[in-house]
């Protein structure tokens, strides 16, 4: 167990739809990094923060957004969902900036139907 | 940008030793982590390289050399448990992402 929670574990929706995966990083950790995993594309990096501030962005979709709270539990929306997004969505957390050491959350499922 | 090349597959026997390579072309790189994933499950952090030389953890031992770009993953003593994926992962010097590989699938047989 790595200490970061994320929910659900699965999701099932419709093309079109909206839909939020949250993430509670370990203890003491600063920073949230968001990550899409598809078999095709492997672990692609999405966005990161650092103590509420956006630090980081890779390949995020314009139709995804994040945050981070003050309780430094982060959300991830996902909006006019389409088939290609499903995959399997990861939060990992750690202590600071840019850090090698990641702890990655079980991953919620995401399935467009 | 940056990229990295792993093997897709590799298979090796339960006892053996297991090497899996990793180049990266990448600029402004800083160090090369690995991530071992089961199936269905989340990755978890190896081991670390940020500079050239070899770095041991008990069975598992990661190289790094910069002047070649390249770094492998070493797997002593081959347990079934360790039929898994594992990733190479760059950092890039002033930026805080990492950057994956596409992964190596590692299957362990008797």
């Known amino acids: 167990d790595s200490g970061v929670t994320q929910t659900p574990k699965h999701l099932i929706t419709a093309t079109g739809q909206r839909v939020t995966l949250r993430c509670s990083p370990r203890?003491?950790?600063?920073?949230v990094y968001w990550y899409q995993q598809s078999l095709d594309q492997g672990l692609q990096f999405l966005i990161q923060?650092?103590?509420?501030?956006?630090?980081a962005k890779g390949n995020i979709l314009e139709r995804f957004s994040a945050q981070q709270f003050p309780d430094l539990h982060s959300e991830l929306n996902l909006s006019s969902l389409e088939l290609g997004d499903s995959a399997l969505y990861f939060c990992?957390?750690?202590?600071?900036?840019?850090?090698?050491?990641?702890?990655f959350g079980p991953g919620t499922r995401l399935t467009v139907l | 940008g940056q990229s990295l090349e792993q093997p897709s597959e590799v298979t090796a026997v339960e006892g053996a030793i297991v090497q899996i390579n990793c180049t990266y072309q990448?600029?402004?790189?800083?160090?090369l982590s690995w991530y071992q994933q089961h199936d269905g499950g989340a990755p978890t952090f190896l081991s670390y390289?940020?500079?050239?030389g070899l770095e041991e953890t008990g069975r598992f031992s990661s190289f790094l050399s910069r002047s070649d770009s390249y770094g492998y993953l070493l797997l002593q003593e081959l347990q079934m448990k360790d039929s898994a994926s594992y990733f190479c992962?760059?950092?890039?010097?002033?930026?805080?992402?990492?950057?994956f590989g596409k992964g190596t699938k590692l299957s362990v047989i008797p």
């Open positions: 990992a957390s750690s202590a600071g900036q840019g850090q090698n050491e990641q702890f």
């Open positions: 203890s003491g950790d600063l920073s």
């Open positions: 923060y650092y103590n509420g501030e956006e630090r």
């Open positions: 990448t600029s402004g790189f800083y160090g």
């Open positions: 390289n940020a500079l050239d």
């Open positions: 992962a760059a950092l890039k010097a002033g930026s805080y992402q990492l950057t």
